[in-house]
């Protein structure tokens, strides 16, 4: 059996960049000289010499991260004491406040023993703890109380918004002033037409002179009419009464013969 020749080519070192046969011995040869040993002891020296500038880089990026997060805790909690501070400075002056303008609103009642309120007509009890409203009728919780009194103020407002009422004298004398004004009037003198009187309306009779801007003459003479028209007004009148003698019977106008 004939063998044929095949090229081998060549094997190419990253370490040393160069090519070399590609065969066992050639590369068994290579790797064990001098100079492919010191390219890899090189790019291994490069290799650790990048890791750790990259971990120190992370150490340098993680340090940094924890300085900002402690500066900003630092801040934040700065913040959140001056708005303590400040909130309970507000609420202390609120109270302040609200604890004067109660002290001055209710009133204490000898004669029943129970404090009144000017603003909202409130009654307190002292010994049961109760409030009493006029808009609930009863004795119930100061949340009930106000809230019933908040919603009875609300509706007046918006009543008065909407129609300012008038007192009982205004709305008799109104009352008054339109009874005389009915009395004064009276029925309207002399006949009531509902018709318009209209002088260009249509109707079935034959339209004025007035209506249509014309006169007769005194002394205008009667129109000459042919034979053939005369016939023709004698015919339509004959049977205008033949009609009108038809019709009698069926409209009730006159007894049937």
Not at 3 to 10: A, K, L, R
Not at 168 to 187: F, L, R, T, Y
Not at 203 to 209: G, H, L
């Amino acid at each position: 059996m004939t063998e044929y020749w095949v090229s081998q080519g060549n094997k190419w070192c990253d370490f040393c960049k160069i090519y070399i046969a590609n065969n066992p011995s050639s590369i068994r040869n290579h790797e064990l000289g001098q100079r492919h040993k010191d390219n890899v002891a090189k790019r291994l020296d490069a290799m650790r010499k990048q890791n750790v500038a990259k971990e120190k880089e992370q150490k340098e990026a993680a340090r940094a991260l924890e300085q900002i997060e402690s500066k900003a805790k630092r801040s934040y909690q700065k913040d959140m004491a001056t708005f303590r501070e400040a909130r309970e400075s507000n609420a202390n002056a609120l109270a302040q406040e609200d604890d004067s303008s109660i002290a001055n609103d209710w009133e204490y009642d000898n004669t029943s023993g129970y404090y009144y309120s000017r603003s909202t007509g409130i009654h307190y009890d002292p010994n049961s703890g109760f409030y009493y409203s006029d808009a609930i009728g009863k004795w119930v919780t100061q949340e009930e109380a106000f809230a019933a009194s908040q919603v009875s103020s609300d509706s007046k407002q918006k009543g008065s918004v909407l129609k300012s009422p008038f007192s009982v004298s205004e709305g008799a004398q109104v009352i008054e002033n339109k009874s005389a004004a009915k009395h004064q009037s009276g029925p309207p003198p002399g006949p009531v037409v509902s018709a318009s009187v209209n002088p260009t309306r249509t109707s079935k009779c034959a339209p004025s002179s007035v209506a249509v801007n014309k006169r007769k003459r005194q002394d205008e003479k009667p129109k000459a009419v042919s034979k053939e028209e005369a016939a023709a007004l004698k015919a339509r009148e004959a049977a205008k009464k033949r009609v009108e003698e038809r019709e009698k019977s069926l409209l009730g106008l006159y007894g049937s013969r």
